[in-house]
């Protein structure tokens, strides 16, 4: 029997929550075109969403949307949502405020934000966007209801068309409404770059498991759900005098242990030819993979939604040190793969004949899901609830049938642990 083509298979952590345990991604503009192939690299199998990040509006009286990188950026937001729906990711754009005050102007008025909402849904529907991402973080963003007249109106546009609306979070405020949380999807919340200032710190600690807590509890204690709280996760860090480094280039340059957050370097050869070797203060600090996993851990036991990271293309892909492995890998054994207990698998079916009447079946050991039909066509998503067999490792399999025929079957190559 030969193997179909299926790609991004996950089995997507439940654990009894409404939205399951997310991984959502930022990828940006300044990444793709500073780091070699980059998108080349990310195992966006790993990920459930990625935000690309970002458009902006034109100016203050201009809702059309705007990228200082031109051109460029559609193209790269064309491979992004190839490479994300090929392996099972839903994809949004970010609009984000440049801190100009130029969205503010449209938002404030509601002919412009009407205009500026017809141009984001054109946008999904030109670039088959899975929604749209808002990170505004202006502090005038949430003053007078603007971030919450932006989420509603988009809400309103895009639900009916199956898309969804997303936001960003800051850790030291509340920048939307309760009432605007019934409308995103969930909200990515930006634990980083948090309390430290050059002046007062020996070390660049902007984001500790203790601080991270602290910003996250903000918005638990406020009322929101926490099922909608993403918890965020740096994949850069600071000497100092507040130069960044990317993870991967503390990797590149000092093959850090997974326990090491910090380094007395005075310089990082970043091992990128656009970047070169950067000099440091002898001061530096970021967030290892044991810090990482610690967060994750920290998430899954108060029920979040999941992690979000900033910014994929900033890891490592060095086997052993990346961190978003890390945190993958950790989201599935915090979940716990528990026998009895619910969970989905989530991957896409690819070049099946188009138009057909079309079956699929997961196995996890003894364990048969319910056949769950779809019609063939390329690149069509599919969702199968599956319960876990009782503790073993097992293999995962997938049959697929076409008009009541086994026309393939495949094979997982993670197996699962169920305790």
């Known amino acids: 029997m030969s193997d179909p083509p299926v790609s991004g298979f996950r089995l997507i952590i439940s654990s009894g929550r409404e939205m399951g345990s997310l991984l959502t991604a930022y990828i940006s503009e300044w990444e793709i075109a500073n780091i070699s192939s980059i998108l080349n690299k990310i195992k966006w199998s790993e990920t459930t969403h990625v935000m690309f990040s970002?458009?902006?509006?034109?100016?203050?009286?201009n809702p059309a949307l705007y990228s200082g990188w031109g051109s460029d950026a559609y193209t790269w937001?064309?491979?992004?949502?190839?490479?994300?729906?090929?392996?099972?990711?839903?994809?949004?754009?970010?609009l984000e405020n440049d801190g100009d005050g130029a969205l503010m102007g449209i938002v404030k008025s509601s002919s412009l934000r009407a205009q500026l909402i017809t141009n984001l849904v054109n946008l999904c529907n030109t670039y088959n966007l899975d929604g749209i991402d808002i990170d505004w973080e202006e502090i005038a963003a949430y003053q007078g209801g603007g971030y919450d007249f932006l989420i509603s109106d988009l809400y309103n546009a895009l639900n009916p068309l199956g898309k969804i609306v997303t936001c960003s979070g800051a850790w030291d405020r509340l920048n939307i409404s309760l009432s605007s949380a019934t409308k995103v999807a969930f909200i990515n919340v930006m634990t980083y770059d948090m309390t430290y200032s050059p002046a007062t710190s020996v070390l660049p600690v902007h984001?500790?498991?203790?601080?991270?807590?602290?910003?996250?509890?903000?918005?638990?204690?406020?009322?929101?759900?926490?099922?909608?709280?993403?918890?965020?996760?740096?994949f850069y860090g600071y000497d100092k005098n507040r130069v960044t480094i990317l993870y991967g280039e503390f990797v590149n340059s000092l093959s850090p242990t997974p326990a090491q957050?910090?380094?007395?370097?005075?310089?990082?050869?970043?091992?990128?030819?656009?970047?070169?070797t950067i000099a440091v203060s002898g001061s530096e600090w970021w967030n290892g993979i044991n810090l990482a996993k610690q967060k994750v851990d920290w998430a899954m036991s108060q029920g979040l939604g999941g992690i979000m990271v900033f910014a994929v293309g900033e890891d490592s892909f060095e086997s052993g040190y990346s961190l978003l492995d890390a945190i993958y890998n950790e989201l599935i054994a915090s979940g716990g793969f528990v026998h009895g207990s619910s969970h989905t698998a989530s991957f896409t079916i690819t070049e099946l004949p188009a138009g057909k009447s079309c079956q699929v079946q997961i196995q996890v050991?003894?364990?048969?899901?319910?056949?769950?039909?779809?019609?063939?066509?390329?690149?069509v998503p599919v969702s199968v609830p599956i319960t876990m067999p009782a503790a073993g490792t097992y293999s995962v399999y997938i049959d697929v049938y076409m008009l009541g025929v086994m026309v393939a079957a495949y094979t997982d190559p993670n197996q699962v642990v169920v305790t």
Do not use: M, Y
């Open 54 to 61: 970002n458009i902006g509006v034109t100016s203050a009286t």
């Open 77 to 94: 937001l064309t491979e992004v949502v190839s490479l994300g729906h090929q392996n099972g990711c839903k994809v949004l754009c970010s």
């Open 207 to 234: 984001a500790s498991l203790t601080d991270t807590e602290a910003g996250i509890n903000l918005w638990i204690n406020a009322g929101f759900p926490k099922n909608k709280l993403l918890l965020g996760i740096p």
């Open 261 to 276: 957050n910090t380094s007395n370097a005075t310089s990082i050869i970043t091992g990128n030819p656009n970047r070169g």
């Open 365 to 379: 050991g003894t364990v048969l899901s319910n056949k769950v039909a779809f019609t063939s066509g390329t690149n």
